[in-house]
């Protein structure tokens, strides 16, 4: 009886759950696109960011493992306290210094970079555990696609807003798209420490909001007072126990791999070498993903209500394979707005598959050390990605990247076929 009146006594706490991720995520978005923005086209210095992101990612390798440990030692409302307490705290300290000297030093645009990467690491792990914590079993699809849903609305005002504030806009007539749009009002460019301050304002806000979340737990969870070395074995010994987890659990995040390595390395460069293209291409590119996106979290978890996740996850790889070969031969922009909805459309239909797999087949006491092991694995890949495509080589010739991508993603998608049968008739050995 417990479980089956819960999930109205935590609705008000998934929803300000969802507004406090949603406030704080926006403006995240804004730096996470102005960054690398700002390396690639403002002071054209590409290998930089590449080698920040590679530094960033390979520091993720260990910190992704620890945050695993804390998801599943600590209470999680009080990890997202800390979490949005410290990005606050970052961010605005950064704008400060920005405002005092008139620009943001490169190391600091470095460390307000790695700080939003590194609390990404515990942000999803924890949000992750904590919706599976306070959701009944049979909605786990249904909880899914509603962060996907609420996390691309998100971006979609994130790139919209993130590309005029990069860039500004002049009252004027652009042609875009094959036609001419009038612009009757100006908007100023924004410079880096602006964008900082809103971002660490919104984490402030999102602190505040989640302070006030009251919720039931629905799951049973025992403290963790092991060392960290004893729990992270716990993580790596359930997956020893469960192969096929493992297996499922890599390949079916080799999309996500593929769409974070494209999103920071690949498509500044792509829009501005290939198509001959600037800020508002890249924020509609960002829209339009996003929209994808959204569209996935309304269909897919109805369109495979009946039918395993691991079927969605290889329906996605195919799609996702078919985006990458169309970016690698495609040099119009039309062409490539409209395949960032279908690439928008794999990403997220994989992670509410991927995710609502993983709530079935992993206890909520372990899923945060298990999360991480999949997250050093996935760090791995994409140290190795963005080291070999900051390439001057590759840097020249970005169509070849994606023609990899789109064999890596194909790759996956038959890894998850040849084991379809065996995942789907998957017993959990806990």
């Not at 290998?47 to 620890?66: K, N, Q």
Request: one cysteine or more; glycine letters at 6%.
């Amino acid at each position: 009886m417990v479980a089956r009146h819960a999930p109205m006594k935590n609705i008000k706490a998934i929803i300000l759950l969802f507004i406090a991720n949603s406030i704080s995520g926006f403006a995240a978005g804004i730096s996470m696109l102005a960054i690398p923005w700002y390396f690639t086209n403002e002071i054209n210095q590409k290998p930089i960011f590449g080698v920040i992101y590679a530094i960033v990612t390979l520091v993720s390798l260990f910190w992704g493992l620890f945050a695993g440990t804390l998801v599943d030692k600590h209470d999680r409302q009080k990890l997202f306290l800390w979490e949005t307490g410290t990005g606050a705290f970052v961010l605005l300290s950064i704008a400060a210094i920005g405002t005092l000297l008139g620009y943001v030093p490169l190391l600091c645009v470095a460390a307000a970079f790695g700080t939003t990467f590194w609390l990404y690491n515990i942000h999803y792990p924890a949000l992750y555990a904590f919706a599976q914590e306070i959701t009944p079993r049979e909605q786990y699809s249904r909880i899914t696609s509603w962060l996907e849903i609420q996390g691309q609305v998100t971006s979609v005002l994130a790139g919209g807003i993130g590309a005029l504030l990069i860039s500004g806009m002049q009252a004027d007539t652009y042609h875009f798209l094959g036609y001419d749009w009038t612009i009757p009002f100006s908007i100023p460019k924004w410079p880096l420490q602006h964008i900082f301050l809103l971002d660490g304002c919104t984490y402030l806000v999102s602190f505040i909001i989640i302070n006030f979340i009251t919720y039931e737990s629905l799951v049973d969870r025992k403290p963790q007072n092991q060392p960290i070395k004893e729990q992270l074995k716990t993580g790596i010994n359930f997956l020893k126990k469960n192969p096929l987890i493992f297996i499922f659990g890599n390949a079916a995040y080799f999309i996500f791999v593929t769409t974070l390595v494209s999103s920071f390395i690949l498509i500044p460069a792509f829009i501005k070498e290939d198509l001959n293209a600037g800020a508002l291409v890249f924020g509609v590119y960002e829209m339009c993903f996003a929209f994808g996106a959204v569209l996935s979290g309304i269909f897919v978890a109805k369109a495979f209500a009946n039918h395993s996740p691991v079927l969605g996850c290889i329906i996605t790889c195919i799609l996702g394979t078919a985006v990458f070969l169309t970016y690698s031969l495609t040099g119009a922009i039309i062409v490539f707005v409209i395949a960032a909805i279908f690439q928008g459309l794999a990403n997220s239909g994989a992670r509410i598959m991927r995710v609502t797999f993983m709530f079935s087949t992993i206890p909520n006491a372990v899923i945060g050390r298990a999360s991480s092991v999949f997250q050093v694995i996935n760090v791995l890949f994409r140290i190795f990605f963005s080291l070999l495509f900051s390439l001057p080589f590759f840097v020249k010739n970005i169509s070849l990247a994606y023609f990899i991508f789109a064999l890596c993603i194909a790759i996956a998608g038959c890894i998850l076929a040849v084991f379809y049968k065996r995942l789907v008739n998957l017993k959990t050995n806990i």
